[in-house]
């Protein structure tokens, strides 16, 4: 798998669950996020979401979360941006059964905080043209939806309270 997503070895996905059954499938979809071609990516990523994010969130969530990071980072992901939204969609997902499965899968998006802030401070390359059809000045360039979906997720990260979490010390101390 190279270095992209090379630690998921590591983890015992087998033993983990998702909305469907164990999460033993879920290194081959965050493999096809990475590398796959865009029907293949989009697909892979509303699997993703469907397994680990849509509420409740489930342990595999937590496990999950430091490769979409990995994946948000990672210059030659197609959505880079939808990887960011399925962050935010997990820290707004709970699990009012499993508040432990919850925190962590909070604590796992709001480590990436700082990732979300380089990602939101991405310029648009220059000389790279807005798609066939956008005007320049109000396209919307992959650059331009990378930023606008990595300040969403920085937005909600920042003001993010559920019960699973209260009681933790002030974010600033937990994610700097």
Known sequence: MGTV???????????LQHAYGSASQVPGVLSRIAWGDAPTSDEALSDLERWIGT????D???AAVPFLWELAATDTVRDRAGVLE???????????EHPAWTRAAHDAVAAGRSTAALLGSVPS???????????????????????????RLLAAIDRHTCPACAGLPPREARVR
């Open 125 to 151: 390359p220059p000389g790279v043209p807005s798609p066939p059809g956008v005007p320049e000045a109000g396209g919307t360039s992959p650059a331009r939806t990378l930023r606008t979906a990595a300040t």
């Open 55 to 58: 509420p409740p969130v489930f």
């Open 5 to 15: 997503l090379g630690a998921m070895g590591n983890v015992r996905w087998h033993e």
């Open 86 to 96: 399925l962050l935010a969609t997990i820290l707004a997902a709970g699990n009012p």
């Open 60 to 62: 595999s969530t937590a």
